[in-house]
């Protein structure tokens, strides 16, 4: 029995764009890695960008198996690489339901990254500047509890430029109440829906991906004969 060439090319072109958008995931992250704009403070609490340079770098490969798998016609190669997406759907549906039901687990992970950087006065100059940064855009003081988190040395961007925010006195000047944390993880929040649409579409992709590659092995199989491994 013949190979359907068909499966085969479409097989071979699914795999030919994960491996393009895994280059294109590396290249970006690797880039956002690098960049001088990057923020460390968010970089710790959020570490993002090196879990999109392992997506990256797995994408690619996974990409590259497959094109070998589908042009050779090897079984091996089409069976690993269709456990390989069966592993990554299990673990990208459990990382959903754990994000869509269970946030508050996923709150104070962050809560806690960023608690480690308390007192902020005994930091680096850099992790200083970009805490400054991150108050002045997220208009907060602090990181876990407030303006205490820099003791006496209040810095100022946390002084309070905008009244519609909560603010108090301190030390002669109005400074921000709102802990930087508390403003991080409700944009976490209002973004969650649109990372869980982003899963699911790489999901389906999965889907379509594993059925593919399990039709090819198994016209391999029957063209190559019962006695076949």
């Known amino acids: 029995m013949a190979v359907n060439k068909t499966i085969k090319y479409l097989l071979f072109f699914f795999n030919f764009l994960f491996w393009v958008s895994g280059c294109i995931i590396l290249g970006v992250s690797i880039y956002l890695k690098v960049s001088k704009d990057g923020n460390a403070v968010t970089g710790e609490a959020l570490p993002g960008v090196d879990l999109m340079i392992a997506i990256g770098v797995i994408i690619m490969l996974l990409g590259f198996l ?7 016609e090897n079984r091996c190669l089409l069976l690993l690489f269709f456990i390989s997406l ?103 929040e209002d973004n969650m829906v649109v990372v869980l649409g982003i899963a699911f579409a790489i999901a389906i992709l999965l889907i379509f991906g ?19 491994a």
């Open 66 to 72: 497959g094109c070998c798998g589908a042009i050779r």
């Open 86 to 188: 069966l592993l990554i759907f299990i673990l990208l549906l459990a990382a959903g339901i754990v994000a869509a039901v269970d946030k508050d687990k996923v709150n104070d992970w962050t809560k806690e990254r960023l608690n480690d950087l308390v007192p902020l006065q005994d930091q680096t100059a850099e992790i200083k500047t970009d805490v400054q940064k991150l108050e002045a855009e997220l208009k907060c003081c602090g990181l876990a509890k407030g303006p205490e988190d820099w003791g006496s040395a209040i810095p100022s961007s946390c002084h309070c430029n905008d009244t519609s925010q909560p603010c108090k006195t301190i030390a002669g000047h109005m400074v921000y109440t709102t802990p930087c944390s508390t403003l991080i993880i409700r944009v976490l």
């Open 210 to 228: 594993m059925a593919f590659a399990m039709t090819l092995y198994c016209q391999i199989g029957k063209k190559e004969g019962p006695t076949t």
